[in-house]
Nanobody
Framework: VQLQASGGGLVQPGGSLRLSCAAS????????IGWFRQAPGKEREGVSC??????????YVVDSVKGRFTVSRDNAKNTVYLQMNSLVPEDTAVYYC??????????????????WGQGTLVTVSS
């Protein structure tokens, strides 16, 4: 079971990035997938989540990114995406994807995420 986040980079304020979370060894569609970020000197925080398709497939984004970030799933590619628009310097962080690997689950509390991918760095700067 592996998750790999990718798509980070350097972007100017107001720009966009799309992060990908690719899975190997399991089918993403069956599980809730969360996106998290950790900025330098700060605790890891939850950013977004998409519940399993067999739950209700609902999505969640934290208030600080609402209206700017969107989470989606491409089952054919076994990948979950985080589309990030209107980026601001405060979005600078290492972004991670994770799952609780519980089939059919809705979005769980942060403490229940047990499988984490390596992060991808997003830097928003002019």
């Amino acid at each position: 079971v592996q998750l790999q986040a990718s798509g980070g980079g350097l972007v100017q304020p107001g720009g966009s990035l799309r992060l990908s979370c690719a899975a190997s060894g399991f089918t993403l569609d069956y599980y809730a997938i969360g996106w998290f970020r950790q900025a330098p000197g700060k605790e890891r925080e939850g950013v977004s989540c998409i519940s399993s398709s067999s739950s209700d497939g609902s999505t969640y984004v934290v208030d600080s990114v609402k209206g700017r970030f969107t989470v989606s799933r491409d089952n054919a590619k076994n990948t979950v995406y985080l589309q990030m628009n209107s980026l601001v310097p405060e979005d600078t962080a290492v972004y991670y994807c994770a799952t609780d690997l519980v089939p059919g689950s809705g979005c769980p509390p942060i403490r229940d995420y047990s499988y984490w991918g390596q992060g991808t760095l997003v830097t928003v700067s002019s």
